[in-house]
């Protein structure tokens, strides 16, 4: 797994480079947004100037003229904000498809090997929640940085042009407002940030858990012990969250606090340049009303600090997925000749630093049925998938006839190879369809031939639809003898030359074993079969038998 642990900058100049096709449409709601907010702040700002017109004070423009700006300051700033925000969510879900597609072609290179491992909740919580929470990036936190920057900019111009150190004044305002608030919170907030995500993810597993184990639960009496730790980590959650809308509180009443002293300090400012004959009555007004109502952009980003940093971290937990390199790259340009004897020569090969397989020497003839066996975990489920390529031996070589494994299209040693692994996977579709993924078109009579190979054909025309009998999620409908025999049935499907089989009958009975068994008898002058069992019955119809020493073996 890639852990690069990028800063903030790092990340949020990662995530940006992903816009330079919306660029166009960014800039337009950044421009969008500054107006809009420069709108909302000068309809205050003319209010001041009608006020002081009506006072007598001041009487640059006309009071119709105050009015009428007034009121088109107001409907453009609504229909801005309105642009600007879906400009915004426009861009946000346009990446987010953008990435999602992006990160399931890191998937596909990275699979298997990476699906292998223990990282699918990991894998699982960056497709959904990692990636959901980048929306938040791109449609609330790039463009109020620059909005707020740009009208902060033009405000201090404002500003400063009535008295330069009202300008400055201002500017310094805006900094601690937008930046100094946000930065301090936000490197406190990052810590009870993580420990609410935390504690949350734990409350998760604790939930999951108690729900897929019911079974067990109830069976050994735990419903007790199970409660109290569920409780202990819902007051666990709690206690973060109050610890974190504590700190979200006593930022807004820092910022707040902020915002009335930098109107209390202008005035007394201006109050004094007035007084020192350097600004004028009315301009010292519209100092104050206008740093005063100005605020509403920095504010803006003082709020956002608090969900930068989930948003970061996603942020970077995704670019690592992206840049992750895969245990084994695909093969596109090579041979696509798979034929010949399968070899393992001296294979040496472990996941960690231990070797699981130790200078294993093995040869699979054509149209032979060979068996594999061994103690469990001595590697036989790992031989197979050396076989398939899904990992790189790390000493010695697997050939297929005159090529090494590595120099082969991986598309064609995988259309060379009907692999039914350990586990078989139905998918939430028909039974059809689900045998059909061996082979998407096949006919209904090819399904149905490869179906009474694997001895599920009966079982099947005995549900009340069939073929075309709706598998239910995770297929816990089905037992698992047939959902071992819907694997074997995709096997005979694929109509590949070289079948693997990792226990294909351990929970079928043995009259459909039998069945299956004859079924791979008559494939064997035609296919080369490679059988892992621990079972007499399966093992009887091999012509040789490899045997697999354990690590701890000699
Ligand atoms: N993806 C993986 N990452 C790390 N270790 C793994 C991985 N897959 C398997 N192992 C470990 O490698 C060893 C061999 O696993 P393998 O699945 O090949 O055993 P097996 O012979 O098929 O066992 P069984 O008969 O129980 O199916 C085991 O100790 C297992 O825990
Ligand atoms: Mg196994």
Redesign the pocket.
């Known amino acids: 797994m890639n852990t690069k642990n990028r800063n903030g900058l790092q990340v949020m100049l990662g995530l940006i480079g992903m816009i330079k096709p919306l660029l166009a449409i960014m800039v337009i709601a950044i421009i969008m947004g500054c107006v809009g907010n420069l709108m909302a702040t000068f309809i205050t700002v003319f209010g001041g100037y009608g006020l002081l017109h009506m006072l007598g004070i001041y009487q640059n423009m006309s009071l119709t003229t105050i009015f009428v700006c007034i009121i088109i300051f107001a409907v453009l700033r609504g229909i801005l904000r309105y642009a600007e925000q879906a400009s915004n969510h426009y861009i946000a879900f346009k990446l987010l498809a953008r990435i999602r597609h992006k990160v399931f072609q890191a998937l596909r290179r990275l699979a298997p090997a990476k699906l292998?491992?223990s990282e699918k909740g990991n894998l699982i919580s960056i497709i959904t929640s990692d990636i959901e929470l980048l929306e938040v990036f791109y449609a609330h936190t790039i463009s109020p940085i620059a909005i707020a920057v740009i009208t902060s900019l033009v405000m201090c111009i404002f500003i400063g042009n009535m008295n330069p150190i009202l300008g400055v004044t201002a500017g310094i305002f805006y900094i601690i407002v937008g930046a100094v608030i946000p930065i301090r919170n936000g490197k406190k907030g990052s810590k009870g940030g993580a420990a609410y995500r935390h504690s949350f993810g734990k409350l998760n597993t604790v939930v999951l858990d108690n729900l897929y184990g019911l079974e067990e639960i109830l069976q050994y009496g735990q419903q007790k012990e199970r409660m109290d730790s569920m409780q202990k980590e819902t007051e666990e959650l709690e206690k973060t969250a109050k610890k974190l809308k504590k700190s979200e509180t006593v930022q807004r009443i820092t910022t707040d606090e902020v915002i009335l002293a930098a109107g209390i300090i202008m005035t007394l400012l201006s109050g004094c340049l007035v007084h020192a004959g350097m600004l004028e009555p009315y301009e010292a007004v519209i100092a104050v009303v206008a740093l005063f109502s100005s605020f509403g952009p920095t504010a803006a980003l003082s709020a956002l600090s608090n969900n930068l940093n989930h948003t970061l971290a996603s942020g970077n937990r995704v670019l690592n997925l992206l840049e992750e390199e895969p245990i084994v790259e695909e093969v596109i340009n090579g041979t696509t000749d798979c034929h010949g004897t399968i070899c393992c020569d001296s294979v040496t090969f472990g996941?960690?630093k231990e070797p699981?397989l130790n200078q294993f020497d093995a040869a699979f003839e054509e149209n032979k049925i060979y068996g594999i066996f061994?103690k469990?975990?001595?590697?036989?489920?790992?031989l197979l998938k050396l076989l398939m390529r899904f990992y790189e031996t790390q000493k010695g070589s697997v050939r297929y006839g005159d090529y090494n494994v590595n120099q082969i299209q991986t598309s064609a040693l995988r259309k060379h190879i009907a692999y039914v692994t350990?586990e078989t996977f139905l998918f939430h579709d028909t039974i059809a369809n689900n045998i059909k993924v061996a082979k998407e078109d096949a006919t209904r009579e090819e399904v149905i031939e490869a179906a009474k190979k694997a001895a599920i054909h009966d079982f099947i025309l005995s549900l009340p639809n069939g073929y075309d009998t709706k598998l239910s999620e995770m297929g816990d409908s089905i037992s698992g003898g047939e959902k071992q025999r819907i694997g074997i049935a995709r096997a005979f499907l694929h109509n590949s030359k070289v079948i693997l089989l990792d226990?294909p009958t351990s929970n079928i009975d043995s009259l459909n074993e039998g069945i299956i068994l004859q079924s791979l008898e008559k494939e064997r002058n035609r296919k080369t079969i490679i059988l892992?069992s621990h079972r007499k019955s399966t093992m009887g119809i091999v012509d040789h038998m490899n045997t697999i020493q354990g690590k701890n073996e000699v």
Do not use: L, P
């Open positions: 292998d491992g996941y960690g699981i061994g469990s975990g001595c590697g036989k489920s790992t350990q226990e892992v």
